[in-house]
């Protein structure tokens, strides 16, 4: 078994959006699908288990099995106005670069067999000055796609997005699919709702999704204690700052 | 050469259960897996080599090479009471994530085509104080298997369960195999016939199984046999106190 | 997904010469085949990405996302003379041995198919001295062709080649292309437009490639733009002296 | 690519006996193999290329690429006693467990393919004491062949056989294929001709080969010069001491 990609239902949506929404900086992007699957009562249609997830299980009070995966939520939208919904949920991303390439294939084939053509990753953007409202950052799949992004109120971000968030989007032309990366500031050390907060009300803005964010904070306590079970540290940065880089790229 | 299953007879079993006893944390499934091939003189029907075993041979004092494999065995109940069994041995784990992946595929795909829908995965919980009397800890696939086990007189286990033991219980439900993990109590560094005693009277209860564990010692000084001449150290931990884990999974 | 290899255009080439400019010590190669693609107006017909490419993505002023990548050129002779290339050029090699002898595979299944029967790979030789004037040095698939590479004036070369211009030479015998790798002296840790000179005079005099060498300079220069915002170091040398090799074959 | 297997030719051979000589402690196997290939002017028929071995090419005073691979010769009985030979000669083990897998793998269906149904593969016994006169050690895969192999005047070993030379005797069974691997004392930090000289005055008298080993120090040398070229470390051990391992084989 290498990957094991279970589909439970096939939706039938119209034109969806998909939403990534996997562990990262500041648990951003986790904290805020979550919160929209709860409130949105986006239902589970297919899971992922890859070999190059962690390979261990853990249980909690109730003695059931957790276990690393990511799973595919749908939303179908409630008006005329209200986009529907792929989320991509989880609590790992891969474990090695082949495995979240891997990873990322699987989740575009999924999305276009879906009649997606539009993708919006999330994450956090670290920063080590105090955080007083945290500003977004965006990149994306091509020009009419940054523009859009920057109509949320986004600035354009310059420099590395390490993990499925940047893969997805340096990936999704191959797949036809359109895609911007969104970025809020982070301290990075904790699972930031306040960070979530600044990315969902941008997306439902855009999406003309209608979501309370008041109960924010429990999706991001419910993501503290999934990831603390499972003692997974974060997978990767989205984001570092472009200085170091600049300092190496011709040393051996 | 990625894998080689090599099938050498395909038994008609009576919704039959799989037991697993590759080594880990004190042997405790490898000794207890063993004493019931070698007391319900279980017949070999199968065997598993992966490109993510140890690439080595061992030899000892009749020349002949033994290397990394593992094993299944079967069983067929004696009376109307007694369970049919697949078990699986063996001498090691795969070494790396992937291969504990493709590992429990390989299992289950084997235990799915002999009707297995039942699974049992053993292992030892490391204890640091001084053991008495070994308790029982146990995690499962779902609600009902978690009550079946608590009535073996385990307690429902909270942490993590590494290996092959946890990776088998959070895959199983894709296979549509329910299962659960017994743990017993042990210090872990030696080959442990106390605490695979503890599990054997479980799961032989359990499962009608009529087995002596008087000679139990002599699995566990074989099993220190095998695997001091392979010189494998612990593949993978069973289980780990989950204090430490929390401390870090919000660091980069 | 592993790899996709996306071909864009299926050019009709005469008996084309694919020349290999990845990024290498003194990215002699990058700047060299970069110079040729802008001077030449090649035109870009295929892309690929690998799982064993960098997983990041990064982004510019503009906010769209570049990414690691390997992209092929062609450019159809202007006169009689001029010979058809094909030239590979990028912004990364494989990270690592399973990746790179996975990308060669794929250029030269793709080279074959274009009926390529010819492959000049590029590179610098990292040099301590000082280097006034870069001497060449060649090493090739055969002795025929060594016989050409040396009508350039290039040194015969002993020692190493590491990464993809020494991998393709070593491979390309089994596709039944001859194939020859020129190297440059290059003190190595800057983008070094004077090596790629040298190496392109040479390349464009056997090719009779009517190409101005004068702006080679800007070519150095976004190059430099280039890898320094990917933070990509060197990925392999292409050259190691062999004194330092040979002093530990016989170590465990 | 992930491997290339190229056969120039398909010999028709009467029960040949396969003889395993890759590179290895002391390089016993390496020189041994190669006297024989040169002394029986043994014919090159297939190479093989793995994504496994070193990613490199090397150059010497003709400029013509050397690069890491794995070759298959022929020998066909000159007599009624002379026994038909496949002879496995190369500069290289692969890299990595699964690589070496990958690679037993292809030489066993290779040498299945060929009619082949007994192997001896070779190798160096390390010894820290000083070796006047080399002792074989042997290990089969069967009991029988543990007996012809002490009839060579070989003793029993008792330890680990790592690398190419035990994967294959451990895998050998899978393939129908019987087995043993010779292995002669050495100090094992230089290429050990006198150890060569040993194994081969065993083989030859048992498959009735007339191979003169005078000039066996003419192939030490030929093999310290090309390992020597490829900077090759000895790529693994073949045999270490049991006493060792048998000190941590319950650790963490």
Redesign the interface.
């Known amino acids: ?2 990957s ?1 990609v ?1 589909v439970y239902e096939k939706p039938v949506l119209n034109n969806p959006v998909l939403i990534e929404g996997l562990p990262g900086i500041g ?1 951003v992007a986790n904290i805020a699908s979550l919160h929209l699957i709860q409130e949105l009562k986006a239902k589970l249609f297919a ?1 992922i ?19 690393p995966t990511n799973e595919f939520y749908y939303h179908k939208g409630r008006d005329k106005e209200e986009r529907d919904l792929i989320i991509l949920y989880g609590n790992t991303q891969a ?1 090695t ?2 495995g ?3 990873l ?3 989740v ?2 999924l999305a276009r067999d879906l009649g997606c053509n539009y993708m919006i990753t999330l994450g956090g953007f670290r920063r080590d000055e105090k955080v007083t409202t945290p500003k977004l950052y ?6 009419e796609t ?1 523009k859009e ?2 109509g949320l109120g986004a600035e ?9 968030a ?2 997805l ?3 999704s032309k ?1 797949w036809n699919i359109k895609s911007f ?1 969104l970025l809020s500031d982070t301290p ?4 930031d709702a306040e960070a979530a907060r600044e990315i969902l009300n941008a997306i439902c803005k855009m999406l003309h999704l209608k979501v309370d964010t008041n109960r924010l904070d429990k999706a991001a306590e419910t993501t503290r204690e999934i ?8 997978p ?2 989205e984001e ?1 700052p ?1 200085e170091e ?2 300092s ?5």
Chains 1, 2, 3, 4 share one sequence.
């Open positions: 078994m290498v094991v279970q648990f899971e288990r890859l070999s190059s997830f962690q390979d261990i299980a853990i249980t909690a009070d109730d003695g059931k099995v957790r276990f474990l670069t082949v979240q390439y891997e990322c294939g699987r575009l084939d965006c990149a994306a799949s091509d020009t940054v992004a920057v354009i971000m310059e420099g590395q997005i390490f993990g499925v940047g893969l989007v340096g990936l191959l990366c990075g050390f904790y699972p990831l603390g079970a499972f003692g997974i540290s974060q990767s940065q570092k472009k880089e600049k190496h790229p011709w040393h051996i």
